[in-house]
């Protein structure tokens, strides 16, 4: 027997349904040959049921009956209805699937983790790819000379930022998928500064850890200050960059015009490529420094 919660459930769902009932279920089906639990026979002459709860309450009362012991007894015009609609009406609710219980929902709920968990690995695999083209490809000595930046791992750390932040820039555009590949190359990214920081030597370790807490507050800054400038006008951008990028130490104008002509080019040739091919392969094709200005 099905609980009283079970019950409402159902009458709710057959109360909803029975248009159905109406429309499509013929008089002489309603009566149920070679069943034990038979309805009254004044119930079999009458014409037609006189409300949609009774209805449910004379549907329910046969399906609680053959759900007890898992029998089935078909009404006698079972077999001349064709179309799987009509026939799913004369199904026990065990065999619909709703008596499995917890059982149906976990196998359910187990399918749906697995098909998302699928998808979110080639996800993640795409979003390392994307964050190992804002480091392998980047030719970091050119930026050194040409910027006049230090060879040192801040200047690294800038460098790379700036390429992440036009990858989530790209990211963006696509909607979900998007959202986790950008926060995944942000997670790859630093979890590469952390791996970077621990070789830079034994009299750097002692302060590590507050230095890389300070690169990613600085990090929050700048994506704050790269999205202001790159909506704005390059005169903002600029600023953006002479700030977090140069760290307020640039004094020649040409090389912070070259950076800011450097990301819009940069950011209309993301926009260029293909969506399919950076969501599944995560391949990035950058634009040389030296080729902003052409």
């Not at 004369?90 to 149906?104: A, V």
């Not at 704050?224 to 006008?233: A, S, V």
């Not at 990301?263 to 260029?272: D, G, H, M, S, Y």
Request: net charge positive; proline share 3%.
């Amino acid at each position: 027997m099905m609980s009283a919660v079970s019950q409402q459930l159902v009458r709710k769902l057959l109360v909803s349904r029975a248009w159905l009932w109406k429309d499509l279920v013929p008089r002489e089906a309603l009566s149920y040959s070679s069943s034990p639990f038979r309805l009254p026979a004044a119930s079999h002459q009458t014409s037609a049921l006189s409300s949609p709860v009774d209805q449910s309450n004379r549907i329910l009362q046969v399906s609680e009956s053959r759900c007890g012991d898992g029998t089935f007894f078909g009404p006698s015009g079972f077999n001349r209805f064709s179309t799987s609609s009509q026939r799913q009406l004369y199904i026990p609710l065990t065999k619909r699937g709703w008596g499995l219980g917890i059982t149906y929902v976990k196998t359910k709920m187990l399918n749906l983790w697995q098909s998302a968990t699928t998808k979110k690995k080639f996800l993640r695999k795409s979003a390392l790819v994307m964050y190992s083209c804002c480091t392998d490809p980047i030719n970091h000595l050119h930026f050194f000379n040409v910027l006049g930046m230090p060879d040192t791992f801040n200047s690294w750390h800038k460098i790379t930022e700036l390429h992440v932040w036009m990858c989530c820039v790209r990211m963006g555009n696509e909607y979900h998928k998007g959202k986790f590949i950008r926060n995944e190359i942000v997670k790859a990214f630093w979890a590469d500064v952390d791996r970077r920081s621990q070789r830079l030597g034994p009299e750097v370790l002692v302060g590590r850890k507050k230095a890389v807490g300070e690169l990613s507050d600085q990090f929050r800054a700048t994506l704050f200050g790269y999205d202001e400038g790159f909506l704005r006008e390059d005169r903002y951008l600029g600023a953006a960059l002479w700030r977090h990028f140069f760290a307020m130490d640039c004094d020649d104008p040409q090389r912070l015009e070259l950076l800011v002509y450097y990301v819009r080019k940069q950011i209309e040739n993301l926009e260029a490529q293909d969506s399919y091919l950076l969501m599944e392969q995560g391949v990035v094709e950058w634009l040389a420094l030296s080729d902003a200005k052409d």
